[in-house]
């Protein structure tokens, strides 16, 4: 008689889904705040020192929707203030927040599981709005302050991304984790699509500081729903139903839910499943990254677009790869919940379709050029069919080491990071060395990377709950 349970849990009613969606809205409200800066700084700097397009390096690509292409500086917010400050500085400005985040996604999910993940993800959310809202007042400063704050600001953000996996473990039942981490992990797509869309005209019409008031005070908001509905565990939210905390509590009964008191570091090393995940996050992370930094620069120069016009198909794919992320936890779900599939199979050919279908896509852009509306639908597709991989691997270690799953997720996105810093400072090299040929190597070797990954993820990725992640691991240490 427990079966109907399943099936009414996930009702708009549902606590846990309500969980989901202020994790997609904070991950919304993160996201541009991340990205606020790279539609910013075309309006913050003087427009003589801007580069060619075609010279553009990593870190200076995402100015290139805002740069117009005949159009005086007058098209600007006459305003606010403008700062001289070289393509080097902005480099090391746009690269800043990646190193913070680096610095604390690691220890951040390894404390997140031990000393609670309300608290932390939450602070790290509040810290990252009001370092936005500080951001314009620290650029009049100087620009050595405004490093200082993007560097703390990537910390902030590491310690609220990683932290989510923690929260999942307790209120994620198996057969609905796909949905419920597909909703939550949306708002970032979603986002890039936000900024990207209104970014140019907030700028245009109300003045840059105002990208960062805007989404910085969002991001106020975004806390006070976390502190309010964001709970570590359903056992003590003093909201929820019973009926679905009992539903909570017996799917998770089988996992071991016990605090730990350290980490198998040596187990988790000796791990091929867990390289098999890590694998499929350099090659996921490889792709993403070069289409975030480098789609706005890459439609302004091959489809030569006005800027609004350039804005709003940067964020088209974004769109479509938030809805993508949805649909696929959905339909994820419901292979598992008919026992079509097994889980390892599910995660699997999400995984395969997350990394092949985008990686045809990038090979055939070269080719389609000349075709406005080929090269459209195929820059649409890479992102959306990218974001399948979020019931894939991106998921995995809920499946693998539940206990152990926001320290790994932290691991996971270093190496995610990694492949960014990477394949950023590749990209830029291959386009400056020749533009007519660069984008032809840089999405070539973009598909390798994602068959490579593919093919080792393939080879050893698991399901199931491995041994030094269960219970009767902790009395070995």
């Not at 580069?51 to 995402?62: C, G, K, L």
């Not at 907030?202 to 969002?218: E, K, N, R, T």
């Not at 694998?279 to 480098?294: A, I, K, M, Q």
């Amino acid at each position: 008689m427990e079966k109907p349970s399943p099936r009414r849990g996930p009702g708009l009613c549902s606590l846990r889904y309500g969980l989901a969606v202020v994790m997609h809205l904070s991950n919304l409200s993160m996201i541009t705040q991340r990205v606020g800066l790279s539609i910013a700084i075309i309006a913050m700097v003087n427009g003589t020192q801007q580069p060619a397009p075609a010279n553009a390096s990593a870190d200076r690509a995402p100015a290139g929707p805002l740069q117009p292409p005949r159009g005086p500086p007058g098209e600007l917010h006459a305003g606010t203030s403008v700062y001289a400050w070289s393509p080097e500085t902005q480099g090391i400005l746009f690269s800043s927040i990646s190193y913070g985040i680096l610095l604390t996604l690691i220890p951040s999910g390894y404390l997140a599981g031990i000393l609670g993940a309300k608290h932390m993800l939450g602070a790290g959310l509040l810290a990252s709005s009001l370092l936005s809202l500080c951001t314009p007042l620290a650029a009049d400063l100087g620009v050595s302050l405004v490093i200082v704050i993007r560097v703390a600001q990537g910390m902030a953000q590491g310690m609220a991304w990683t932290g989510q996996f923690t929260i999942w473990a307790k209120w994620a039942p198996p057969l609905e984790r796909s949905k419920l981490t597909s909703i939550a992990g949306s708002g970032a797509a979603l986002g890039s699509s936000l900024i990207l869309c209104v970014g140019g005209l907030i700028s245009q019409a109300l003045g840059w500081p105002f990208i960062f008031y805007i989404f910085g005070g969002v991001g106020c908001v975004c806390c006070l729903l976390w502190f309010t509905v964001i709970y570590d565990d359903p056992t003590h939210h003093p909201c929820i139903s019973l009926r679905e905390q009992e539903h909570i509590v017996s799917s998770l009964a089988q996992q071991p839910t016990s605090p730990r008191r350290s980490v198998p570091l040596k187990a988790m090393a000796r791990c091929l499943p867990l390289w098999a995940i890590f694998s499929g996050f350099f090659s996921h992370f490889w792709l993403c990254t070069v289409l975030v930094t480098y789609l706005p620069t890459y439609v302004s120069s091959v489809l030569r677009v006005s800027i609004r016009e350039s804005g709003v198909l940067s964020s088209l794919p974004f769109v479509a790869a938030s809805t993508c992320t949805v649909l696929a936890g959905q339909l994820a779900d419901f292979l598992l919940s008919r026992n079509l599939l097994r889980l390892v199979t599910v995660r699997k050919l999400f995984s395969a379709l997350g990394l092949l279908l985008p990686s045809l896509c990038a090979l055939a852009l070269p080719f389609v050029a000349s075709s406005y509306v080929t090269t459209v639908a195929l820059l649409i597709l890479i992102p959306g069919t990218s974001n399948l991989c979020d019931v894939g691997f991106i998921i995995n270690t809920l499946d693998v080491a539940p206990r152990y799953a926001s320290f790994l997720m932290g691991i996971s996105r270093g190496f995610g990071l990694l492949a960014g810093i990477i394949s950023s400072t590749a990209t830029g090299f291959l386009i400056s060395q020749d533009p007519a040929s660069g984008w032809r190597n840089v999405f070539f070797l973009a598909a390798a990377v994602n068959v490579l990954g593919l093919a080792f993820y393939l080879t050893f990725g698991r399901a199931e709950i491995q041994d030094w992640a269960k219970e009767r691991a902790l009395t070995r240490l």
